[in-house]
């Protein structure tokens, strides 16, 4: 048994001397990082300091109007884009059950193009009885989509809508100023 504790004893010292090699090197590499950042003779920070110079306020000011002309004409793309991909599937089927229902209604004259069914002349059907009528729903009450349908098609008007207002970003984008 002496030697089994032996052995745990030199396996934990060990594992804590690599520990402590691992935790001084990743100090050593974190604090230098540190250091090098907070010196103002970083790349970063001469370029920072250097933009903030006069000289160069009228460069900003070119490519902040360059910029947020076509940004601003972007955005309302996506925006409309967006509206009309989510507005118009419902809007056109409710205009087409309109139009269906307008036609069933007058189609009672013999020609036209109301609803052949319901023309006068001819082998009349019987009227559909309340029993099987019953079991069927309106077109009004009809099924929505499921959730999976529904996710889908809200991710492809949103790539849609990006893209249109990307590339109407880009077309308004005053590239000669």
Same mark, same amino acid.
């Given at each position: 048994?002496?030697?089994s504790?032996g052995s +745990?004893s030199?396996?934990?010292?060990a594992?804590?001397?690599?520990?402590?090699?691992f935790s001084?090197?990743?100090k050593?590499?974190f604090?230098?990082?540190?250091?090098?950042?907070?010196?103002s003779?970083?790349k $970063?920070n001469q370029?920072?300091?250097?933009y903030k110079?006069?000289?160069?306020s009228a460069?900003k000011?070119?490519?902040n109007?360059?910029?947020n002309?076509?940004?601003? +004409?972007g955005?309302?793309?996506?925006?409309?884009s967006f509206?009309?991909l989510r507005?118009s599937?419902?809007?056109?089927?409710?205009h087409?059950?309109?139009r269906?229902?307008a036609?069933a209604?007058t189609?009672?004259?013999?020609?036209?193009s109301?609803?052949?069914?319901?023309k006068?002349g #001819?082998y009349?059907l019987?009227?559909?009885s309340?029993e099987?009528?019953?079991g069927?729903t309106?077109?009004?009450?009809?099924e929505?989509? #499921?959730?999976?349908?529904?996710?889908?098609?809200?991710c492809?008007?949103?790539?849609?809508?990006l893209? $249109?207002?990307?590339?109407?970003?880009m077309y308004f984008?005053?590239?000669p100023k």
């Amino acid at each position: 048994m002496n030697s089994s504790d032996g052995s +745990k004893s030199t396996e934990r010292r060990a594992e804590a001397e690599i520990f402590d090699r691992f935790s001084t090197i990743v100090k050593d590499k974190f604090t230098a990082y540190a250091e090098a950042s907070r010196q103002s003779n970083s790349k $970063v920070n001469q370029l920072d300091i250097l933009y903030k110079r006069p000289e160069f306020s009228a460069e900003k000011k070119i490519l902040n109007d360059m910029n947020n002309n076509g940004l601003s +004409k972007g955005l309302l793309a996506t925006l409309a884009s967006f509206i009309f991909l989510r507005w118009s599937p419902g809007a056109i089927s409710r205009h087409l059950r309109k139009r269906a229902a307008a036609s069933a209604g007058t189609g009672s004259g013999g020609s036209g193009s109301g609803n052949p069914f319901n023309k006068t002349g #001819g082998y009349k059907l019987d009227p559909p009885s309340s029993e099987g009528m019953a079991g069927r729903t309106s077109i009004d009450n009809a099924e929505k989509p #499921g959730l999976f349908f529904q996710a889908v098609r809200l991710c492809v008007d949103t790539f849609v809508s990006l893209s $249109v207002g990307a590339y109407a970003s880009m077309y308004f984008l005053d590239s000669p100023k």
